[in-house]
């Protein structure tokens, strides 16, 4: 397997990741991305290269940044994207959510006193 093949699988392992935590299906993917499900289907299977506004389309469809699908590094549009949604949520849930990443926090980087 060459380079070029590799990557297009990672991409592909990371749109199908991103699906699978919202409960889509290929299909439903497909739709909200105005594509059809047999090119999500290549796409994730790496099988075959996207042309960029193919990619774009999958990535706004999954609510990611294309940087997030091609390098699976989290960019300042990711965190916009996470922002718009909070920015969705009541006060209530906002401070809920806060006290989760408050304790995810916590537990992936101690207390705080390094």
Known sequence: MDEN????QIVG???TA???KLGWTQE?????????PQFVSYAESGKRA????????ISSALGVSADY????EIIDKDLL??????????PAQLRIVESIVDECHT???GDGAS
């Open 5 to 8: 093949e590799k990557w297009l």
């Open 69 to 72: 699908l091609l390098t699976g």
């Open 28 to 36: 439903e993917l497909a739709e909200k991305g105005n594509l059809t």
């Open 50 to 57: 996207m042309r960029p506004e193919n990619l774009l389309k």
């Open 107 to 109: 537990l992936f980087h």
């Open 18 to 20: 991103r699906r699978k």
């Open 81 to 90: 994207l996470l922002s718009d949604k909070m920015q969705k949520l009541s």
């Open 13 to 15: 392992q990371r749109i």
